[in-house]
């Protein structure tokens, strides 16, 4: 799917939920032609690639040349990685646009 409107959107909604955290997860091809996994954390506003160099520049996409969002989770925020607690997903990114589904 394109992620150009998505992570945008995401943020926003994001700004007025603290206590969730979106993790997107996908796909981009390395200049070898290789998939590799690509996971996106947003929370508060702010968009962070855990798997690939994000640019210092906030108006910038974190997402790398030729990567593809294929699901996204809903998280209680903030993230305690030895604790996560998912509410829902994976599911569609699309379907976290509408913000009554951050439960």
């Known amino acids: 799917m394109s992620s150009d409107p998505l992570?945008?959107?995401l943020e926003a909604i994001?700004?007025?939920?603290p206590d969730r955290v979106v993790r997107l997860r996908g796909t981009v091809q390395s200049a070898e032609?290789?998939?590799?996994?690509l996971e996106v954390?947003?929370?508060?506003g702010f968009?962070?690639?855990t798997t690939h160099p994000t640019d210092?520049?906030?108006?910038?996409?974190?997402?790398p040349e030729g990567a593809s969002v294929e699901t996204a989770e809903l998280l209680r925020?903030?993230?305690?990685?030895q604790q996560e607690e998912r509410l829902i997903g994976?599911?569609?990114p699309e379907q976290l646009i509408e913000a009554d589904r951050w439960i």
Request: aromatic letters at 6%; hydrophobic letters at 35%.
């Open 7 to 9: 992570l945008p959107a």
């Open 47 to 49: 968009s962070s690639c």
């Open 41 to 44: 954390l947003i929370f508060r």
């Open 33 to 37: 032609r290789a998939e590799e996994a």
């Open 90 to 92: 994976p599911l569609p």
């Open 77 to 81: 925020g903030p993230l305690n990685p």
């Open 56 to 63: 210092f520049d906030p108006d910038r996409t974190v997402l």
């Open 14 to 17: 994001s700004r007025d939920r």
